[in-house]
């Protein structure tokens, strides 16, 4: 386990959203990337939660925005080292990033961003 403040890793999300391409985080429409304490569920460690892009119709204005969440502890309970936590970080911050663009996670797995 790693400990980490939460400045800290709000930081390593940050520096994660960073690597994303502008071209596709222009793309992104209406969504909110949380950092949380805790998964509604064990080893869950982020979690899309909204209409994907691929998904959206007319009907779909005026909706609240889509959120991603990343949690913090949940995270750095599964690592050993602050290296292993930006690692993590940048793979679940693009995993869901990838779901708010319709990419499934069978998808992400073949592609390696399990």
Do not use: K
């Amino acid at each position: 386990m790693v400990e980490l403040t939460r400045t800290r890793f709000e930081e390593l999300v940050s520096d994660a959203l960073d690597t994303i391409p502008p071209e596709l985080t222009r793309m992104m429409d209406n969504v909110v990337i949380t950092v949380s304490e805790d998964p509604p569920d064990p080893g869950l460690l982020g979690l899309y939660v909204g209409i994907p892009l691929t998904e959206r119709g007319e009907g779909y204005a005026g909706a609240l925005p889509d959120q991603i969440f990343i949690y913090w502890r949940e995270i750095c309970a599964c690592c050993d080292t602050e290296d292993q936590v930006v690692d993590e970080v940048r793979i679940t911050v693009i995993h869901e990033i990838a779901h708010h663009f319709g990419i499934g996670d069978q998808r992400l797995h073949d592609l390696g961003w399990g």
